[in-house]
């Protein structure tokens, strides 16, 4: 006979939705917004998901940034993804920038700063070679 438990299913990233949050958010996995989130968000390494319904004022630096929803604020990450009906006002500091057909953005976007913060995060750990 097979026992069924509903706790085994596969890891599900950590969601947040229908709640409003202020305050300061480091996440250790990747993560979901469906809320409202105002301040800092820091997933450094993970990805960040702004399903259609968020509204998220803040800084918050990721791996991966996708934004389905509404985004006021400051971007740091390698990939940001910003979906058909996203509305984003943004600065955004990134080495890829993804802007779907219907997406709004209003904002800069900086590539080299993004492609020189990530050259000094390898040499600083020692992945970079030599600077002799």
């Not at 409202?36 to 993970?46: L, Q, S, V, Y």
């Not at 390698?78 to 009906?85: A, K, M, S, T, Y």
């Given at each position: 006979?097979?026992?069924?438990s ?5 890891e ?8 409003t ?5 480091v996440?250790r ?22 399903g ?8 918050v630096?990721?791996r ?8 006021e ?31 709004r ?18 040499r600083k750990?020692g992945?970079?070679?030599?600077s002799?």
């Amino acid at each position: 006979m097979t026992t069924t438990s509903f706790t085994e299913h596969a890891e599900v990233p950590t969601r947040i939705g229908g709640l409003t949050i202020k305050g300061e958010l480091v996440a250790r996995e990747d993560l979901t917004i469906e809320g409202t989130f105002e301040g800092t968000i820091e997933a450094h390494g993970h990805r960040l998901v702004m399903g259609a319904g968020s509204r998220v004022r803040a800084t918050v630096h990721a791996r991966v940034v996708t934004v389905l929803g509404r985004l006021e604020g400051h971007i740091a990450a390698d990939l940001v993804d910003i979906g058909p009906d996203a509305l984003v006002d943004a600065s955004v500091m990134t080495k890829q920038l993804a802007l779907e057909e219907g997406a709004r953005f209003n904002g800069a976007v900086n590539t080299e700063r993004a492609r020189a913060a990530g050259e000094v995060a390898r040499r600083k750990s020692g992945m970079g070679g030599s600077s002799a």
